[in-house]
T-cell receptor, first 111, second 112 residues
Framework: GQNIDQPTEMTATEGAIVQINCTYQ??????LFWYQQHAGEAPTFLSY????GLEEKGRFSSFLSRSKGYSYLLLKELQMKDSASYLC????????????FGTGTKLQVIP | DTAVSQTPKYLVTQMGNDKSIKCEQN?????MYWYKQDSKKFLKIMFS???????INETVPNRFSPKSPDKAHLNLHINSLELGDSAVYFC???????????FGPGTRLTVT
């Protein structure tokens, strides 16, 4: 099974940089996703990591260390519209590659 | 062009009733999912189908019955609704089981 931990809430200032961490313990690992979910809306895909290292996509970057069971999502030049929940999700290595979501980190961006 | 659509968006009903939620995707994906998101915002997988075959069937009361008539549709029927069933139900799809998922807008179910 999967055990995924994320901070429940974070607050950051507009224009700043924020790092949202995710740690996981898993019986088998085959990739990690980050999704963004605005209040009252559906989750939307942000990034996917399966190999160690940093994946950059515009203002958002995601990092993975498989040996440490650790990932982070880095948001640069924060904007008010980045206020949302950020969900870490782990895919296992079993035959059907089940994806398990963490409880999410609610990020509030303040002026 | 809605990629993943769900109906209805809101559903208010009384305990003991039976209700259905419908989901359709026009992305040509072969896998569809149902998730439940409770008041604490935890997104929990309920079912998944790949090419109309049931793949994941989590510990969900058997009052919940999914049905996939074809790869583009996955419906969820709930019998004898209970207060604890109140939540937002999301449908999602992906190309390949466990890959990047596209979510529908959600159905907010309120049981009174």
């Amino acid at each position: 099974g999967q055990n995924i931990d994320q901070p429940t809430e974070m607050t950051a200032t507009e224009g700043a940089i924020v790092q949202i961490n995710c740690t996981y313990q898993t019986s088998g690992f085959n990739g990690l996703f980050w999704y963004q979910q605005h209040a009252g809306e559906a989750p939307t895909f942000l990034s996917y990591n399966v190999l160690d290292g940093l994946e950059e996509k515009g203002r958002f970057s995601s990092f993975l260390s498989r040996s440490k069971g650790y990932s982070y999502l880095l948001l640069k030049e924060l904007q008010m519209k980045d206020s949302a929940s950020y969900l870490c999700a782990v895919r296992d290595s079993g035959g059907y590659q089940k994806v398990t979501f963490g409880t999410g980190t609610k990020l509030q961006v303040i002026p | 062009d809605t990629a993943v659509s769900q109906t209805p968006k809101y559903l208010v009903t009384q305990m003991g009733n039976d209700k259905s939620i419908k989901c359709e995707q026009n992305l040509g994906h072969d896998t569809m999912y149902w998730y439940k998101q409770d008041s604490k915002k935890f997104l929990k997988i309920m079912f998944s189908y790949n090419n109309k075959e049931l793949i994941i069937n989590e510990t969900v009361p058997n009052r919940f019955s999914p049905k996939s008539p074809d790869k583009a549709h996955l419906n969820l029927h709930i019998n004898s609704l209970e207060l604890g069933d109140s939540a937002v139900y999301f449908c999602a799809s992906s190309q390949g089981h466990g890959y990047e998922q596209y979510f529908g807008p959600g159905t907010r179910l309120t049981v009174t």
